[in-house]
């Protein structure tokens, strides 16, 4: 059992900047694949960006390329969502969530362990 918790969303401006964090629990943490996805009002749950489980391969959907950056810190068992250039249309909630050892980490149904959300508003 994998409990994840997100924090550091907010309301920024645009082109500003925020710092996602999602705190897992457990001792295997290492063992997960991580993937950060998002759910605007009125649209489908995407995927954003992921990272393997062991670190070397990261993914990020076409429209946050160059801007977001994900990475992971096992010994503190916690992956990270920098976010820099935003833009309103990245407004949405920001969902972690953690694959066990799987390597198809852009689609969703990889995943078995969500977070609960946290809300990111960029204001224009």
């Known amino acids: 059992q994998v409990q994840l918790v997100e924090s550091g969303g907010g309301l920024v401006q645009a082109g500003g900047s925020l710092r996602l964090s999602c705190a897992a629990s457990g001792r295997t943490f290492s063992s997960y694949a991580m993937g950060w996805f998002r759910q605007a009002p009125g649209k489908e749950r995407e995927f954003v960006a992921a990272?393997?489980?062991?670190?070397?391969?990261?993914y990020y959907v076409d429209s946050v390329k160059g801007r977001f950056t994900i990475s992971r810190d096992n010994a503190k068992n916690t992956v990270y969502l920098q976010m820099n250039t935003l833009k309103p249309e990245d407004t949405a909630v920001y969902y972690c969530?953690?694959?066990?050892?799987?390597?198809?980490?852009?689609?969703?149904?990889?995943?078995?362990?969500w977070g609960q959300g946290t809300q990111v508003t960029v204001s224009s």
């Open positions: 990272m393997s489980w062991s670190g070397d391969k990261t």
């Open positions: 969530a953690a694959a066990y050892m799987s390597d198809l980490i852009r689609n969703q149904r990889s995943y078995k362990y």
